[in-house]
């Protein structure tokens, strides 16, 4: 009985372990420019589920405004942010959304952003 509940728990633990690496996931780097401050102070590259670079097809939400970015070849679309604090979401049909719930950008600021998407299990 004791192995029984024991596998139970194991498998329970490595259901919820799966799907929590399922959602897609943010990364962001700061850095404070030097100098005259740059025209685009946003950076965001964005990684499909097999690692490789996504081109289009990206839905953009910064705080109320709606945008599709024109994405580079490599997966690379910039902008320019001003000061003060953003929601964004990130979407593409079929894959998990990816959500920034504060980001704050301030006077003389870089932001770099990685979006990884990551399937949806259809």
């Known amino acids: 009985m004791k192995h ?8 329970i ?13 943010v990364q962001i ?6 100098g005259l401050p740059q025209n685009d102070n946003l950076t965001i590259k964005f990684v499909g589920p097999t690692k490789q ?7 953009m939400i910064a ?3 709606t945008i ?6 490599l ?5 320019h942010l001003e000061v003060g604090t953003y929601k964004l979401i990130f979407s593409f049909p079929y894959w998990y959304d990816a959500t920034i719930e504060k980001l704050k950008c301030n006077k003389n600021e870089n ?3 990685t979006v990884f998407f990551n399937p949806k299990d259809i």
């Not at 029984?4 to 498998?11: A, F, P």
């Not at 997966?75 to 902008?79: A, H, K, L, N, R």
Request: hydrophobic share 35%.
């Open 111 to 113: 932001i770099h952003i």
């Open 68 to 73: 599709y970015p024109e994405i580079s070849e």
């Open 75 to 79: 997966g690379i679309y910039t902008d």
């Open 29 to 34: 780097t700061k850095e404070i420019s030097k």
């Open 4 to 11: 029984l509940l024991l596998l139970c728990l194991l498998v």
């Open 63 to 65: 705080n109320t405004d």
């Open 13 to 25: 633990s490595s259901v919820t372990i799966n799907a929590q690496i399922k959602k897609s996931t």
């Open 53 to 59: 670079p996504v081109k289009r097809g990206v839905k």
